[in-house]
């Protein structure tokens, strides 16, 4: 029997502040027994678990491994405004005059993730 993936984890400055951002994004919700200060913080979304853990030292370099959002209901360029008016920051614009490419964005934390084209967008061409 293979394994399967419980959930994501995120190293934080302060987990509890950067599960909101991702809460927030995600339509997901945090755990019932979240708190501020918590040294580790959950977010349960529709498609996956987020667990965000407290470590003492700071992101420095690009990820290795991160997420690409697809937005359900809006645009890409939409999403991007939403995740910015959140407090996510442009990092990189790679989104193409004839609608393809996408956008790299960093959360609060400076994490890099992006976002991609919604499915209607893609079905267009």
């Known amino acids: 029997m293979s394994s399967s993936i419980r959930h994501v ?37 529709a498609a996956a678990t987020l667990l965000f853990v407290r470590v003492e030292d700071r992101k420095s370099v690009k990820n290795r491994v991160h997420m690409d959002l697809r937005p359900e209901d809006r645009t890409r360029d939409e999403e991007v405004e939403r995740l910015l ?5 442009l990092q990189g614009d790679h989104r193409r005059p004839d609608g393809t490419g996408w956008a790299t964005l960093c959360d609060p934390e400076g994490n890099e993730f992006c976002v991609e084209r919604s499915a209607a967008e893609r079905a267009k061409g």
Not at 25 to 42: I, N, S, V
Not at 85 to 89: R, V
């Open 85 to 89: 008016s959140l407090g996510a920051t």
């Open 9 to 45: 984890t995120v190293d934080a400055a302060d987990p509890f502040v950067l599960a909101g951002f991702w809460a927030r994004a995600l339509d997901g919700t945090l755990a019932d027994d979240d708190f501020a200060g918590d040294p580790e913080a959950t977010v349960t979304t």
